[in-house]
């Protein structure tokens, strides 16, 4: 499975477009870039998914490179309630191995 | 909200005593998981199950066993607890094709003593 790197935290001003940022190098052809957040102890919740086009839904947008190995979640108007920790996750898998392998996240911060 | 209930949410075991979380789900999805959750390591996967009676372990399976005797269940069992188990378990389902997203129950707290 391909691994994530994503920065440890970041802020974010209420009203403002949080930008989360996630490096997957090692992401191959047939792997989808999916996020989740969670917020305090609550299961993870997930937000969007995208393979190599960019993606909108009503939570977020996706916006991952052309060569993709990188993506950009975008929260556009951040609100208090999206404080929590934001997961990028490459997801790949046979009929047998679709595993959810998580690093440690971004814990954004949106403030007042 | 998908159809994933754990039980029991919250539960304090002592050490060296089996202990058995379950999971059930209504979705009829194929692909079970189990995570643990501990401060500062975010989830790791601990076992998950791709059909009945279909498992593979996951990033940290020492000292967990699992199983899957249909569709809608998925055990997870302690043999003998230890206080490094003290943690926050989830439970997710998944129907298994990449262009589909999982599911998370709420949690479990089990802390043994």
């Known amino acids: 499975d391909a691994k994530t790197t994503q920065p440890t935290s970041m802020d974010c001003a209420e009203g403002r477009a949080a930008n989360l940022p996630c490096n997957h190098s090692?992401?191959?052809?047939?792997?989808?870039v999916y996020w989740y957040r969670q917020i305090h102890s609550q299961g993870p919740q997930y937000i969007i998914h995208?393979?190599?086009n960019n993606e909108t839904n009503e939570m977020a947008s996706l916006i991952i490179t052309e060569d993709r190995k990188s993506s950009t979640l975008i929260l556009p108007h951040a609100t208090l309630r999206d404080t929590a920790v934001y997961y990028c996750?490459?997801?790949?898998?046979?009929?047998?191995?679709?595993?959810?392998?998580f690093g440690t996240g971004t814990r954004l911060q949106v403030f007042p | 909200d998908a159809g994933i209930t754990q039980s029991p949410r919250h539960k304090v075991t002592e050490t060296g005593t089996p202990v058995t979380l379950r999971c059930h789900q209504t979705?009829?999805?194929?692909?079970m998981y189990w995570y643990r959750q501990d401060p500062g390591h975010g989830l790791r996967l601990i076992h998950y199950?791709?059909?009945?009676?279909?498992?593979d372990k996951g990033e940290v399976s020492d000292g967990y066993s699992v199983s899957r005797s249909k569709t809608e269940d998925f055990l997870l069992t302690l043999e003998s607890a230890t206080s490094s188990q003290t943690s926050v378990y989830f439970c997710?389902?998944?129907?298994?094709?990449?262009?589909?997203?999982?599911?998370f129950g709420q949690g479990t707290r089990l802390t043994v003593v």
């Open positions: 997710a389902i998944s129907a298994g094709r990449l262009n589909t997203e999982a599911f």
């Open positions: 090692t992401i191959s052809g047939n792997e989808y």
């Open positions: 995208g393979l190599k």
């Open positions: 996750i490459v997801r790949a898998g046979s009929y047998n191995t679709d595993k959810l392998i």
């Open positions: 979705e009829n999805h194929r692909y």
């Open positions: 199950s791709y059909g009945v009676k279909d498992t």
